[in-house]
């Protein structure tokens, strides 16, 4: 059910109310408690339409990852892990045949010369945080803030803003930092490295969901290295 069909049944039950409630007859409190009725119709009926449409956005995006040929005109990019200004081979697709038991996570692509990604990014308590559909944004989480351009996606911990996720083209290479898992838990950390490393395995992290709590807490932490300014509100895609 969607927001206008909830809407019109939400009219049409007032209206009812109205016509044969005998509207004029009723005391106050009787009046009050069918306000009170109605409201919480409201609010439970636009809860549900938009809790079912997030459930379906992380399942749309569930069903893109891992492939591109629904795609037309673009340009899969090389991955680089951090700021470093080579590209380690690899693409996003590939990233995770080092564990075969964890499927593709996210797909970048390049398209008009604008960074897309599509992603569903997920917290440590196994909820997700946002959804990225192409360059779309939606929050699930409020312990978070998001800002981005044309070439870069970014969110930070709410607060103290460090980087949870982070991707950012630079000369045509998708640079990424942060935490990127399944609902499951298990996933990788893209690490920052001054010493700009060429195994690529040296800048990613392993996250397991059955991991021990010190290994969790590790993975876990955010990166200080955001490159935006916040909120997004005041500084809509404007770079530090």
């Given at each position: 059910m969607d927001a206008v069909t909830v809407a019109l049944s939400i009219l049409a039950l007032v209206a009812s109310l109205f016509v044969k409630g005998n509207w004029k007859g009723k005391s106050w409190l009787e009046k009050s408690i069918m306000i009170l009725g109605i409201l919480v119709v409201i609010s439970t009926a636009f809860y549900n339409c938009n809790r079912v449409k997030k459930e379906r956005l992380i399942e749309k995006i569930n069903s893109k990852v891992g492939k591109f040929d629904d795609l037309e005109n673009v340009t899969i990019p090389l991955i680089s892990v951090g700021d470093?200004?080579?590209?380690?081979?690899?693409?996003?697709?590939?990233?995770?045949?080092?564990?075969?038991?964890?499927?593709?996570?996210?797909?970048?692509?390049?398209?008009?010369?604008?960074?897309?990604?599509?992603?569903?990014?997920?917290?440590?308590?196994?909820?997700?945080?946002?959804?990225?559909?192409?360059?779309?944004?939606?929050?699930?989480?409020?312990?978070?803030?998001?800002?981005?351009?044309?070439?870069?996606?970014?969110?930070?911990?709410?607060?103290?803003?460090?980087?949870?996720?982070?991707?950012?083209?630079?000369?045509?290479?998708?640079?990424i930092l942060g935490i990127v898992t399944n609902s499951e838990g298990d996933g990788v950390k893209f690490l920052y490295q001054d010493n700009k490393p060429t195994d690529i395995w040296g800048t990613m992290m392993m996250i397991r969901a059955d991991d021990d709590s010190a290994r969790q807490d590790a993975a876990y932490l955010p990166i200080d290295k955001a490159i935006f300014k916040y909120p997004r509100s005041k500084y809509l895609g404007q770079r530090k």
């Open positions: 470093g200004p080579v590209s380690l081979g690899i693409t996003s697709f590939t990233i995770f045949n080092k564990n075969p038991n964890i499927k593709p996570l996210f797909r970048v692509y390049i398209k008009d010369s604008k960074l897309y990604v599509d992603i569903v990014v997920w917290g440590r308590d196994k909820k997700p945080v946002a959804v990225i559909d192409g360059n779309e944004w939606t929050m699930y989480s409020d312990d978070y803030e998001y800002n981005n351009d044309d070439n870069g996606f970014e969110i930070v911990t709410k607060g103290d803003r460090q980087v949870y996720f982070q991707l950012i083209l630079k000369d045509g290479i998708a640079h």
